[in-house]
């Protein structure tokens, strides 16, 4: 494999996901406290109060990232600590500066306040100005030390888990009544764009899930339902930031906000980024529902009986074993799709890719043996490689996730770290795919990247 030279290599995580410390420091509760609280959302009723324990052990883990040879580190911040207590942010931007790692701070990864969920949360407008609120508040802080910023993670996740359906926080179950939440989300983006650059960001982007979208057949009922569910989670969520528009009349019509109110919000939407950050993991099938097909228990989400498109398998040979399908070639085709889409398409960075296998704890002698992640990244890098090659601009890439951690709400099963971690003790040890990570990222500046 050959990347361009300066090509940033990185690791990525998320706050809720591995913090814990969930009320140190008069730390607030965020709406995933509340959700992992009742009873039945998470698989066997975890929750992230402790997680990984990296509020506490951050110095630790700075050094595994470090010494890995990363260029790069995507955390994000969560919002109610960063209000009630700053300083941990603080302490870790001094320590992974100190190491000679990039921080690229995410300022909302799912993790709302819950006294603004109590306001109605993204369904209400207000919300994407408190976030902008926060956004300066951070920037003020940390701006003289972090250069690059991230505004939202996958904020189709989060419209569509969240509001839509009820798998993930706060679970309302809105279905196609969501579509403010997107709005929403995106003027929080654009807001937060407006108060990072006020703040002397050096760059700004976002990280946006992308993946192809198949029709299960080539019946053209499965085809427009296949469209219509593209539409839906992914360009509505970054043509307006790249075309500064809607993908259709029907999502316009749906978003809640109208006429000049929404020209206005647009060109907010549309203000210019300095890298565009993909996260992939697989593709989808779509079907238009088939009469008197049953469609419960086809995905580990129960999509709600009405709507005009049907999740269904992908076909493939290999799957992790979180169950999602393993198609590199996705990635180079949705690489090569939004270059072709957006002419304006700033240079791209992987903000997330990589896998959930169920690893054994460490062996005797202190390994873990994880062919099958290494297999998995090693695919995923080459198939950035090849869309680098047909002229995408990316400048990085960065493996989800550095630690084993908070899978929502798949709880602590699904272990996607290039560093395991012990549920017990919360020992970290090194995985065969960190040491191969360090050893590509070595290779890759020795030979002059
Ligand atoms: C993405 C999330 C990230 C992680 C990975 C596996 O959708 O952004 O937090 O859970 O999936």
Redesign the pocket.
């Known amino acids: 494999m050959r990347f361009p030279p300066g090509f940033r290599f990185g690791m990525?995580t998320?706050a809720y996901?591995i913090e814990g410390a969930f009320d140190v420091g008069g730390k607030a509760p965020s709406i995933w406290d509340t959700f992992t609280a009742l009873p039945g959302t998470v698989r066997h009723g975890e929750d992230g109060r402790v997680a990984i324990d990296h509020y506490h052990r951050y110095a630790e883990d700075v050094e595994h990232i470090a010494a890995a040879g990363v260029r790069d580190y995507r955390f994000s911040i969560s919002w109610t600590r960063a209000l009630a207590d700053p300083g941990f942010y603080d302490r870790l931007v001094d320590a992974l500066l100190a190491a000679g790692v990039r921080p690229v701070p995410t300022l909302y990864?799912?993790d709302l306040p819950q006294d603004l969920e109590d306001q109605g949360g993204w369904l209400n407008r207000d919300t994407a100005y408190r976030l902008a609120d926060y956004a300066g508040v951070v920037v003020r802080r940390l701006g003289d030390r972090v250069r690059d910023w991230i505004t939202m993670?996958?904020m189709n996740?989060q419209t569509l888990y969240g509001y839509a359906l009820t798998d993930h926080a706060p679970a309302r179950g809105l279905g196609l009544e969501a579509l403010p939440v997107a709005h929403h989300q995106l003027l929080a983006h654009g807001l937060a764009v407006q108060a990072l650059r006020a703040g002397d960001a050096g760059a700004v982007g976002i990280?946006n899930?992308h993946f192809p979208v198949y029709p299960a057949s080539d019946d053209p009922a499965d085809a427009f339902a296949a469209e219509l569910f593209r539409g839906l989670t992914n360009w509505t969520f970054s043509d307006p930031i790249l075309l500064g528009d809607y993908p259709d009349e029907m999502i316009r019509a749906g978003v809640g906000t109208s006429g000049a109110q929404l020209d206005r919000d647009l060109e907010l939407i549309a203000a210019p980024l300095d890298f565009y950050g993909v996260?992939f993991?697989e593709p989808t099938a779509i079907e238009a529902p088939r009469a008197g097909k049953d469609y419960s228990g086809v995905l580990e989400v129960d999509i709600p009986e009405g709507l005009p498109f049907s999740p269904v398998p992908v076909k493939s040979d290999e799957r992790t074993d979180?169950g999602w399908a393993i198609v590199p070639g996705a990635l180079t085709e949705i690489l090569v799709a939004l270059r072709d889409r957006y002419p304006g398409l700033p240079p791209v960075i992987v903000t997330?890719n990589?896998a959930?296998f169920h690893d054994a704890a460490p062996d005797p002698s202190g390994r873990v043996r994880d062919p099958r992640r290494i297999a998995y990244l090693d695919a995923h890098l080459r198939a950035v490689e090849a869309a680098i090659d047909s002229g995408v601009r990316v400048d990085g890439f960065y493996v989800?996730?550095a630690f084993d951690?908070f899978?929502?709400a798949a709880g602590y099963d699904?272990r996607?770290g290039l560093v395991h971690v012990d549920r017990e003790t919360l020992a970290r040890t090194r995985k065969d795919s960190w040491y191969w990570y360090r050893d590509l990222i070595a290779a890759h500046h020795t030979s002059g990247g």
């Open positions: 990525a998320s996901q990864h799912w993670n996958e996740v990280a899930q996260n993991y979180f997330e990589g959930s989800w996730s951690n899978e929502w699904e996607f």
